[in-house]
């Protein structure tokens, strides 16, 4: 059984478009986040919900906009891509408020031209 | 931010041997984890060790953590070609909530 998946896996897009990323996990987790990682595989948090609250708002253009619907479901909308964004993102869970091991979904590849 | 960084950024080395990969953080934390993240995938969490722990093992896995000198070790031992991956610490820093901050990793190549 997958524990976090994301959805799409690629994603390629001119600049200018909206795009989402699905994010989902079966654990029970309480708390989810995003993760952008750049051609260097640097790691940044870019947000963090708990119980479908927003706890984590890291210095990020408000062009990409986190939904959670529910606690098992994070979801990242981005609009008015640029090339910048292009990167791989990863969608992670864990239990309770944090101080655990995260669990991580197998990324998203945007490739914004 | 606070940030870890991890040194060598790249270590190549044979079956059999052993590799070793260092932290260093910046601020006060809760607990210190190693992932590993194999090439084009997602990553998986490897150890965690907690402020008040000093080492602590897994299989062929030993991490050690100085919180005095704010640096962690990550020892892989009998080192195989499927460890070939890029190896992150990351900490919780007190101030960060929950989130998890990343050093930059170390490449490990293991050649057969």
């Known amino acids: 059984d997958t524990a976090v998946s994301q959805t799409p896996k690629y994603l390629v897009t001119q600049m200018g478009n909206d795009k989402s990323i699905k994010c989902e996990q079966n654990?029970?987790?309480?708390?989810m986040y995003w993760y952008k990682q750049d051609s260097k595989k640097f790691l940044k948090i870019m947000f963090s919900y708990n119980n479908k609250e927003l706890i984590i708002n890291e210095t990020v253009p408000n062009r990409f906009s986190p939904k959670s619907p529910d606690k098992a479901h994070l979801n990242l909308h981005i609009n008015s891509l640029e090339l910048g964004d292009s990167a791989v993102y990863f969608c992670a869970s864990t239990e309770g408020q944090g101080l655990y091991e995260q669990y991580f979904g197998p990324g998203t590849r945007l490739t914004v031209t | 931010s606070q940030q870890g960084e991890e040194d060598p950024q790249a270590l190549s080395i044979q079956e059999g041997e052993n590799a070793t990969m260092n932290c260093s953080y910046k601020?006060?934390?809760?607990?210190l984890q190693w992932y590993r993240q194999n090439s084009g995938r997602g990553l998986v969490h490897l150890i965690l060790i907690r402020s008040n722990e000093r080492e602590k093992h897994s299989g062929r896995l030993r991490v050690t953590l100085d919180t005095s000198k704010k640096s962690s070790s990550l020892l892989i031992t009998a080192s195989r070609a499927a460890d070939t991956a890029s190896y992150f610490c990351a900490t919780d820093a007190v101030q960060a909530g929950t989130a998890l901050i990343f050093g930059k990793g170390t490449t490990l190549s293991v050649s057969s």
């Open positions: 601020t006060s934390i809760n607990n």
């Open positions: 654990l029970g987790h309480d708390t």
